[in-house]
């Protein structure tokens, strides 16, 4: 992960009684000629462990400045902080970064210095994600493709555009099919192709990459029956849930003689958890109420990846179609 953008660097004064708390033998820059000025150093690195997080705002950090122009490691303490998971990054920074030297009559001190710096996650490229990503699967690493393609298809960190998104998608439904989450990687790979399918009848000109992994993975679906799609939320979310396992579809056999299909559609509350809430499943469309205990059973027992808002699981209620087709 490359660096941090837009970090804003502030010096400012240390107050008396902050500066008698401190050992002896450095001034405050309030009491110096000439006050230490950062001059050259790298940018924050942002920490890829929080980047699903979103962790942002102000880090103030302290550290005394010494008479080469390079803070004293020892001295670096960082003040106040919105996540201390920025802490090291923030000292890091500070420790490889150049100021002038402080200066009092002409002679070179020790001064402390106290810095305000904004740190933002970086914005990303979600092409360049999901090319990383699809290097990984080429050399086996499914966990490691699906970790970059769910940082590809965060709106907040790369804000896709559909072609990008319907790409990750795909490769995302490839990865998890690879890591032995089928109904993972089912639900991907029909959200890809139902985001796929629309763009072109929109008669979008489309990246060759992405129409020749539409066709390849269009052909590997061809002799299998349809899965059961992502479900939709009766609110607005980030992301949609997705359906990471349920129980097998058992078509009723009364249904079946008859030669009967339909597809119910099921409301219920799903948790953050990815749990559907105890309770609160019910038919809300369906062709033949013969197929609703089955439609309820399947949806109370399956299990789902939660919709999410800035990044975080939220409770949400889904519309959960269920289909029973008679081949």
Not at 176 to 203: I, K, M, P, V
Not at 248 to 274: C, D, F, H, K, N
Not at 283 to 307: C, I, Q
Request: proline share 8%.
């Amino acid at each position: 992960m490359r660096t941090l953008r837009g970090a804003a660097w502030v010096l400012t004064l240390w107050s008396a009684p902050l500066a008698a708390q401190r050992p002896r033998g450095f001034y405050v820059s309030g009491s110096v000629d000439e006050s230490p000025r950062r001059l050259s150093g790298p940018p924050v690195e942002y920490p890829r462990n929080l980047l699903r997080r979103h962790v942002q705002g102000l880090v103030q950090v302290a550290g005394i400045v010494d008479t080469s122009g390079r803070v004293e490691p020892p001295s670096v303490e960082v003040l106040s902080t919105p996540d201390s998971g920025l802490n090291d990054a923030v000292k890091q920074m500070m420790l490889a970064s150049q100021f002038s030297v402080g200066r009092l009559k002409g002679a070179a001190v020790r001064v402390m210095v106290q810095m305000g710096v904004e740190v933002r996650p970086p914005r990303l490229s979600a092409t360049e994600l999901a090319r990383s990503a699809r290097a990984d699967l080429a050399a086996g690493r499914a966990d490691s493709a699906a970790a970059l393609l769910e940082l590809a298809l965060d709106t907040l960190l790369t804000h896709p555009t559909e072609g990008e998104r319907a790409y990750a998608l795909l490769l995302r439904g490839v990865a998890a099919s690879r890591a032995g989450r089928d109904s993972a990687g089912r639900a991907d790979l029909g959200e890809g192709l139902t985001l796929y399918q629309r763009l072109t009848d929109r008669g979008m000109d489309l990246a060759p990459f992405l129409r020749r992994l539409a066709d390849s993975v269009r052909l590997a679906r061809r002799e299998r029956g349809p899965a059961m799609p992502a479900p939709t939320t009766a609110e607005p979310v980030d992301e949609q849930p997705v359906v990471v396992s349920h129980p097998a579809i058992r078509y009723p056999p009364e249904m079946q003689s008859l030669r009967v299909g339909g597809t119910v559609v099921v409301e219920a509350t799903l948790e953050a958890t990815g749990h559907v809430q105890p309770g609160s499943a019910k038919v809300a469309e369906s062709p033949n109420h013969a197929f609703d205990a089955e439609a309820l059973r399947v949806v109370r027992g399956s299990v789902y990846r939660p919709a999410r808002r800035q990044g975080q699981p939220v409770r949400a209620v889904i519309r959960q179609a269920i289909s029973f087709v008679n081949y």
